[in-house]
């Protein structure tokens, strides 16, 4: 399924990384250490959480790197990320969709104690595993940006590859059922959209454009599924609370970080929900008056057009009956 062969030069990026933070441990600790977390993420289960997507993550990290103020421990954070995961149902409607940054960050804070890496670093990357789970970094913690931002760059995929993630996603939770996923996959991604920026890095926000427009289209896509799917069967259980709960990080935490504000008292996740579908709903009306008004701006023009040609012909009529064939009827001649 999601196996993903490493490559060479991806361990020994590892060990670079351990040995630049201070690492105490011999060589042959820091590469088994380094095996076994690549080994999580090439666990077969993985579809789109996988090595593919830890490298590109690690790419991006690398882009955002000249404004970061320790990279290596960026690095080491992205490295352990989303080493924990599962995409067994349970399991991807308790916690952030299979990923589990609390897991995962206690994975670090094991790992890299047992290489001798100083504390106050290994509290440093656990702290930034732990702020991907909300995708909201302090506005005044640059790395903490560079790694959101690094994780989040795939949205500005280009729109092959972007189609390519939707289906990967949506293959890896494919026990999730379709009406269940749309609808909260529609939430998210319009909680995404409502926020006033994607990234917050400097070198991230070149990826705004693109990554709103792979969105945008993912939006309209969604809409489209939606109002084909049959409603839901009377007593048919809904799991999308529990999908929006496990991504809540992407709704209340935002106004408070981005705007200084309290954020609103929480609504359920089926009030999110509710409010996507109406937000839909919306839409889709805008698209039919918008159509239907274009409609009838077609049709007021033809009719103008008709009635301007009528208004010539009747004109030119006009003129060929005053000519009567008299000389005061024709251009004088020498």
Not at 33 to 55: A, F, M, Q, S, Y
Not at 128 to 137: C, E, P, Q, W, Y
Request: a negative charge; one cysteine or more; hydrophobic letters at 40%.
């Amino acid at each position: 399924m999601g196996h993903t062969e490493a490559p060479q030069w991806l361990l020994s990026a590892w060990r670079r990384s351990i040995e630049s933070v201070g690492a105490t441990a011999d060589r042959a600790a820091i590469l088994r250490t380094g095996e076994d977390v690549i080994r999580r993420w090439g666990d077969e289960e993985r579809v789109h959480h996988n090595l593919k997507r830890l490298i590109s993550v690690l790419a991006r990290v690398d882009e955002l790197s000249p404004e970061t103020h320790d990279p290596d421990i960026v690095r080491i954070a992205a490295w352990y990320h989303g080493a924990v995961f599962t995409s067994a149902a349970r399991e991807a409607y308790a916690r952030q969709g299979g990923v589990d940054a609390d897991a995962s960050a206690e994975l670090a804070h094991e790992q890299l104690g047992s290489l001798g890496v100083p504390a106050a670093k290994i509290s440093r990357v656990v702290s930034l595993v732990r702020s991907l789970a909300r995708h909201v970094a302090p506005a005044d913690d640059i790395d903490a940006q560079a790694l959101c931002d690094a994780d989040l760059g795939g949205l500005a995929s280009d729109p092959q590859r972007y189609e390519a993630y939707r289906r990967e996603v949506r293959k890896e939770y494919a026990h999730i059922p379709e009406r269940d996923y749309v609808e909260a996959r529609l939430t998210i991604v319009s909680k995404l959209l409502d926020r006033r920026h994607l990234f917050a890095s400097p070198l991230g926000q070149v990826w705004e454009d693109r990554a709103r427009e792979n969105l945008v289209a993912e939006r309209a896509k969604l809409d489209h599924e939606l109002g084909t799917l049959p409603p839901r069967a009377e007593g048919e259980p809904s799991h999308v609370d529990e999908v929006l709960a496990a991504k809540a990080a992407l709704f209340g935490d935002i106004a408070e970080a981005e705007t200084g504000h309290e954020p609103a008292p929480p609504r359920t996740a089926a009030d999110r929900v509710d409010v996507a579908r109406r937000a839909a709903q919306e839409r889709a009306d805008e698209r039919r008056a918008a159509a239907d008004s274009d409609r009838e701006r077609r049709r007021l023009e033809k009719q103008d057009r008709a009635a301007r040609r009528a208004r010539e012909r009747e004109a030119a009529r006009a003129g060929h009956d005053s000519d009567d064939g008299s000389s005061m009827s024709r251009p004088p001649t020498r």
